[in-house]
Nanobody, 126 residues
């Protein structure tokens, strides 16, 4: 059972990247999935969350209009399309999956997620 995250890298300000997170050994449905990030010296924070049949349910304020989360149930994969990247987006990005459909008050809480990917580094240079 694992989540495999990929797609990180180094880009310049204004660039784009897409992160992917593929589950193996379990099915993402019907639970919620999310992307978190952790910058050096900071706590891990929720970036975006999604539920099957509901679509995106959360974006942190700083990424609204720039990031898009999506899921492909057939591929058992969650994506995070990141556009107009800024240096403050630099962080290690983690995907997470819950066995439950989380609601708005619980979807950003780390301990509500049962599975975590290994993290992928995003570096945005100015």
């Amino acid at each position: 059972v694992q989540l495999q995250a990929s797609g990180g890298g180094s880009v310049e300000t204004g660039g784009s990247l897409r992160l992917s997170c593929t589950a193996s050994g379990f099915t993402l449905n019907p639970g919620s999935t999310a992307w978190f990030r952790q910058a050096p010296g900071k706590e891990r924070e929720a970036v975006s969350c999604i539920r099957p049949n509901s679509g995106p349910t959360y974006y942190t304020e700083s990424v609204k209009g720039r990031f898009t989360i999506s899921r492909d149930s057939a591929k058992n994969t969650t994506y995070l399309q990141m556009n107009s990247l800024k240096p403050e987006d630099t962080a290690v990005y983690y995907c997470a999956a819950s066995r439950r459909r989380l609601i708005s008050s619980t979807q950003t809480v780390l301990t509500n997620y049962d599975y975590w990917g290994q993290g992928t580094q995003l570096t945005v240079s100015s």
